[in-house]
């Protein structure tokens, strides 16, 4: 039978199981999903309606004399078929707003808060994920002097957002030759994108007739100039709730754990593997390749940075309420989006 073909009951029960599991972390028998929830049946009718589940596979039982817990094809139906969204609330939305807008200097800064508020808000490792600036197209380019030796180096890109890096030159730069370097840079880069930059950089400037300490300044594909253009990839909030929870209480499981979030890489392609296109994504447990975390799910979903997109969301056990968390991320992006859009 497939999983379309469950009955009402069936449903029902997975469903109330499932929410108690999430709430408690113990195994739900029969006879507290009887009293608990009233569904007008007996213990043994639900006992028997939960083997059914269980020989489809979609719950199990840890211990012979316990009760039983939902497994990754059983959070699967509850996802796709029984889950309603829970909405938030007025002043949860308003936190959001709150935190993902303060001391807002630069994308970083937001993209940190906003992993630091899903963390609080979910108790679980919020995470956020910068747009792939290195297909951003290159618009233009000022070189403000700002001190003796000092020069401050304004990036912008076709997304509508800009970098600003403070570059520190050997001696004072004349003003002129500023003007000039910035006028070769302007018009030799733009419309490339940043990597086509990072790439043949050092042959677009070779023959720039301006003073070789200044042109050496942007020659290094590696300078910050160029390099640092986009922000940190990975932003990660909350590693200590996430660890507190009793699925990683096995402190082998929890060192794995860990030691995959500091392959921030590995993380970072594993979240850009599952995010097709714009849209929520949820991958539980065994769907997850990376065997760290086949006891977590993720919950993610896209943001706009202009006209590039971003990652944003939460991974936690799997044992996670979905229904309010997936309000949280989609709003959470929704007002990621905004903030950028203003900044």
Same mark, same amino acid.
């Given at each position: ?125 919020? $995470? ?147 995010? $097709? ?15 760290? $975390? ?50």
């Amino acid at each position: 039978m497939g999983f379309d073909d469950l009955n009402a009951r069936e449903r029902k029960i997975l469903q109330h199981l499932i929410n108690h599991y999430v709430l408690t972390a113990d195994p739900v028998g029969s006879r507290v999903i009887a009293q608990k929830y009233r569904m007008g049946l007996s213990p043994a009718t639900i006992r028997n309606t939960m083997q059914d589940l269980e020989e489809m596979g979609l719950i199990r039982q840890p211990h012979t004399s316990a009760g039983r817990v939902p497994t990754d094809s059983g959070y699967r139906v509850f996802v796709d078929m029984l889950l309603k969204e829970e909405p938030l609330s007025s002043s949860e939305k308003a936190r959001i707003r709150k935190i993902i807008n303060q001391n807002r200097k630069g994308i970083d800064s937001i993209l940190s808060q906003t992993s630091r508020i899903l963390a609080e808000i979910t108790n679980q490792l919020g $995470i956020s994920i910068a747009p792939k600036f290195e297909e951003s197209v290159f618009t233009r380019i000022n070189l403000i002097p700002v001190s003796e030796g000092r020069i401050l180096v304004v990036v912008a890109v076709k997304s509508g957002l800009a970098r600003s890096i403070l570059m520190e030159a050997e001696s004072d730069v004349d003003h002129v030759e500023l003007i000039k370097m910035e006028e070769i840079l302007n018009e030799r880069l733009t419309g490339l994108t940043l990597g086509q930059i990072q790439k043949t950089v050092s042959e677009r400037l070779s023959d720039t007739r301006c003073s070789p300490r200044l042109v050496k300044l942007f020659l290094d594909p590696s300078s910050d100039i160029w390099s640092d253009i986009h922000p940190a990839k990975l932003h990660l909030g909350g590693t200590d709730r996430l660890i507190s929870q009793p699925e990683f209480s096995d402190r082998g499981k929890l060192a794995e754990f860990v030691k995959f979030l500091e392959d921030k890489e590995s993380l970072v392609q594993l979240l850009e593997s599952k995010s $097709i296109g714009e849209g929520l994504v949820i991958t539980i447990g065994s769907e997850n390749a990376a065997r760290e $975390i086949r006891n977590c799910s993720l919950v993610t979903t896209s943001y706009q940075a202009g006209r590039l997109s971003g990652i944003v969301g939460i991974i936690g056990p799997t044992r996670m309420p979905y229904s309010k968390l997936i309000s949280i991320v989609q709003y959470t992006a929704r007002s990621l989006t905004d903030a950028l859009s203003e900044a």
